[in-house]
Nanobody
Framework: QVQLVESGGGLVQPGGSLRLSCAAS????????LGWYRQAPGKQRELVAD???????NYADSVKGRFTMSRDNAKNTVYLQMNSLKAEDRAVYYC?????????????WGQGTQVTVSS
């Protein structure tokens, strides 16, 4: 069982920055792809960014150049640095860990952290 705990959400003005953190229970980065997803009111959950076991990152077009995902292996923590925030970035942000096995995909979710962008 993998536990993911997000933190760092809050209220920020347009153009501002926030850094989200996701602490994982144990050293899972060598086995799981870690991702950040978000869900805005009335919309489906969408992938924001993810990082592979090898450390490669992938970003949604809407956040490229503004958001940066990274990880600290020693702390079992991934981060999402969000700069130049826009009103449309407002959402609940979820940390996700997924692993594809012979028997299917194993997925874990954190509880989510609210990000509000408003003046």
């Amino acid at each position: 069982q993998v536990q993911l705990v997000e933190s760092g959400g809050g209220l920020v003005q347009p153009g501002g920055s926030l850094r989200l953190s996701c602490a994982a229970s144990g050293n899972i980065f060598s086995m799981y792809v870690l991702g950040w997803y978000r869900q805005a009111p009335g919309k489906q959950r969408e992938l924001v960014a993810d990082i592979t076991t090898g450390g490669s990152t992938n970003y949604a077009d809407s956040v490229k150049g503004r958001f940066t995902m990274s990880r600290d292996n020693a702390k079992n923590t991934v981060y999402l640095q969000m700069n130049s925030l826009k009103a449309e970035d407002r959402a609940v942000y979820y940390c996700n860990a997924r692993r594809t096995t012979t028997y299917g995909t194993i997925t874990y979710w954190g509880q989510g952290t609210q990000v509000t962008v408003s003046s």
